[in-house]
Nanobody
């Protein structure tokens, strides 16, 4: 497994929704907790949400109640459903294992606000 590949980002109006996807290799997906991170311009990369292989979930306070992380064991895919998106959610979103492994950072998928 090399870098992860994220998809699903784009322009979103305040209050809108997006769903991000990431499909690592089956071996990684089954062994590790998965997580979504984000990095806004001029800010540190931060953890957004994580989910264990057993399905235990944790979301950061800033997205709690608005975003939902999930994983599909058949498709080996981790999702981030983003609802009620706010302007301060604009960032590049990355998936990785939790805790992260620097070898897996990909290009991310950009979420930007539209007016």
């Amino acid at each position: 497994q090399g870098q992860f590949v994220e998809s699903g980002g784009g322009l979103v109006q305040p209050g809108g929704s997006l769903r991000l996807s990431c499909t690592p290799s089956a071996s990684i997906f089954s062994r590790y907790a998965m997580a979504w991170y984000r990095q806004a311009p001029g800010k540190e990369r931060e953890l957004v949400a994580r989910i264990t292989s057993g399905g235990l979930i944790n979301h950061s306070d800033s997205v709690e109640g608005r975003f939902t992380i999930s994983r599909d064991g058949v498709k080996n895919t981790v999702y981030l459903q983003m609802n009620h998106v706010r302007p301060d959610d604009a960032a590049v979103y990355y998936c990785n294992i939790y805790p992260f492994n620097d070898s897996y950072w990909g290009q991310g998928t950009r979420v930007a606000g539209s007016t």
